[in-house]
């Protein structure tokens, strides 16, 4: 009941905080994660749909990062601007 209770509260803050889409892309990692078994072990059958899962989650956490960084370069200012 208290992990219920705790899962309702971090989206509820998400959802105030950040907005819809990033409870919406939460909840889709999250249930990605926990339906698909992972594994390190590249023997196991399964070993690919992991590895395509690993990689989705990172490249729309990247393409996120692209997104909300603008105009501005990707890695910041240069220190001697």
């Not at 509260?9 to 992972?38: C, K, Q, W």
């Amino acid at each position: 009941m208290t992990i219920v209770f705790l899962g309702i509260v971090l989206m509820y803050g998400v959802r105030l905080r950040f907005g819809l889409l990033a409870v919406v892309v939460t909840f889709y990692t999250f249930l990605s994660l926990e339906i698909f078994p992972l594994t390190t072990d590249l023997a196991r059958p399964y070993a690919g749909t992991s590895m395509m899962l690993v990689i989705a989650v990172v490249v729309v956490s990247m393409y996120g990062y692209y997104a909300s960084r603008g105009d501005e370069p990707i890695f910041g200012r240069a220190i001697l601007d």
